[in-house]
């Protein structure tokens, strides 16, 4: 039997599954990495340390598994979206990647917004552009550091990078293509116009491959830095909510994934790209020939509850303070919390956005704050359902993709606030999962996306909505959405 290898390079670590062809998952590593932030507003990584801390990962999976590396039969890879990485000639970094986090470039998505034209762009990438995208990032960089841009000889995304380091290609492929607002959704291809537009250099842009496609063999070096076979194939790979719908199951439209890492994603596939009008949503290639998906972002889910954590209760564990939220209930009696700790994307697409506890009384303690924390994430993540609906009949079932969404109270709170039933996928790390599987269909162990699903995934039984709480929560959710117009002049004060 042959075992799948899958590789996520995330915001914070490198995580490393091996998994058999049935999904069983035999043996899991992790390594971590630091954001830098050189400046305020700015979130900066040595890829470097993505290769390291992958080494590491993939170690401590196959140590953990205890099976032979001849036995690995493909490797597939998955990556943290939008991150900006030159290359030289030699495919050594011109300097750190602009990750997705990083802000520096309001000034100038704004202008290229105002330039192309929201209808434009629309066509053009079927995405509205964002501070730390791809793209927003080479625009920052034409403006104030020349001399990389200058020095690069192609652009890459986060996990490229670790795949270039296995096998030597330059590449990327559509999924991670899709995020950096330079490629034609639809057609699958780069959109030569916006760089034309945005007088970016053309040679940057490497050949696009499609996630299922082999893009090498594993070389020597590295095999003997990852104690794995030399020749073993390495599929193309996918962004990591591509590779996470992947891995929970969604390939055709009805089910949406929720997930809440640092940023929080409420994604559901499409079987032909739709496009918001007012590009409040993203539209972005599957990790599958010929498919799309539909996703809206909100920037500080996990983060906001990190950042109480680190601020406030730095005594205390994620559990205990959940347990502590689990006893308030449904509405944090009247104490709403707006997850924009880093500016915020969908719908208000808003870097100067701010957080807020709105509510505060004497009676509030740290378990309302804690509890008003998840209420506020999942009320951001129904800001993308209900454009969703708006736009076709929206998804029936929501699969809870990891991180704080798979626990409780968050998972009860989600399905209230969302009112649906949400659904986990058996199995932790549903996005390097989704990788490996990437890996089976590239080489062959899967015959089709259908095959790998019923193959590889399950799920636990769904929590559904409690009719008290989803009528609470709709009266509340009313109000959020007074919030954000209501506090956006104060914001703009606040930001000089």
């Not at 995580?15 to 630091?34: I, Q, S």
């Not at 915020?344 to 924390?373: K, N, S, W």
């Not at 269909?441 to 590889?456: F, H, K, Q, S, V």
Request: hydrophobic content about 45%; proline content about 7%.
């Amino acid at each position: 039997m042959g075992y799948l290898l899958g590789i996520d390079i995330g915001t914070s670590r490198a995580k490393a599954v091996l998994v058999d062809p049935d999904g069983a998952l035999l043996g899991v590593g992790a390594a971590d990495y630091p954001i830098d932030q050189p400046h305020a507003g700015w979130a900066e990584q040595d890829p470097e340390a993505w290769w390291q801390a992958a080494v590491q990962a993939v170690r401590a999976a196959l140590a953990q598994a205890g099976r032979a590396s001849a036995e690995v039969a493909g490797i597939g890879l998955a990556g943290q979206m939008h991150g900006a990485v030159l290359l030289d000639a030699r495919g050594t970094p011109t300097r750190p990647a602009i990750i997705w986090p990083d802000q520096r470039s309001s000034a100038q998505v704004r202008e290229a917004i105002r330039a192309v034209g929201l209808g434009r762009l629309g066509r053009l990438a079927g995405n509205r552009l964002a501070a730390g995208f791809a793209a927003a990032s080479l625009l920052w960089l034409l403006s104030y550091e020349p001399e990389p841009l200058a020095a690069a000889d192609k652009l890459v995304l986060p996990k490229d990078y670790v795949r270039l380091k296995l096998t030597g290609r330059v590449a990327t492929e559509v999924s991670d293509a899709s995020g950096t607002l330079l490629f034609d959704v639809a057609r699958r291809r780069w959109a030569d116009e916006l760089l034309a537009e945005w007088k970016l250099p053309h040679w940057l842009l490497p050949e696009v491959l499609e996630p299922t496609d082999v893009a090498g063999e594993l070389r020597p070096e590295a095999a003997d830095a990852l104690g794995l076979a030399a020749g073993t194939p390495v599929a193309a790979g996918g962004a990591d909510q591509a590779c996470q719908a992947l891995g929970s199951g969604l390939l055709d439209p009805g089910l949406a994934s929720c997930t809440i890492g640092t940023g929080g994603q409420l994604l559901s596939p499409l079987a032909a790209p739709l496009y918001d009008p007012h590009l409040r949503l993203h539209t972005f290639c599957h990790a599958l020939p010929g498919r799309w998906y539909s996703m809206g972002a909100t920037l500080a889910a996990g983060l906001s509850l990190g950042w109480f954590r680190e601020r406030l209760a730095p005594a205390m564990s994620f559990d205990e303070l959940a347990q502590e939220a689990a006893a308030v209930p449904a509405g944090a009696e009247g104490l709403l919390f707006l997850p924009y700790l880093v500016g915020e994307r969908t719908p208000h697409f808003d870097a100067e956005a701010r957080g807020a506890f709105v509510g505060l009384t004497l009676q509030h303690g740290r378990a309302h704050m804690v509890r008003a924390i998840m209420e506020g994430v999942a009320f951001a993540l129904r800001d993308s359902l209900e454009i969703m609906r708006a736009l076709g009949p929206g998804p029936a079932q929501v699969v809870s993709a990891g991180g704080g969404g798979s626990k409780q109270p968050w998972q009860g709170i989600l399905a209230s606030v969302l009112g649906l039933p949400v659904m986990s996928a058996v199995g932790a790390e549903r996005t390097a999962v989704g990788a490996a599987l990437l890996a089976g269909l590239a080489t062959g162990i899967y015959a089709n996306p259908a095959e790998a699903r019923a193959r590889a995934v399950r799920y636990e039984p769904a929590v559904e909505p409690q009719p008290a709480d989803a009528a609470r929560y709709d009266e509340l959710y009313a109000f959020y959405r007074e919030l954000y117009p209501a506090l956006k002049p104060g914001f703009e004060v606040l930001g000089r």
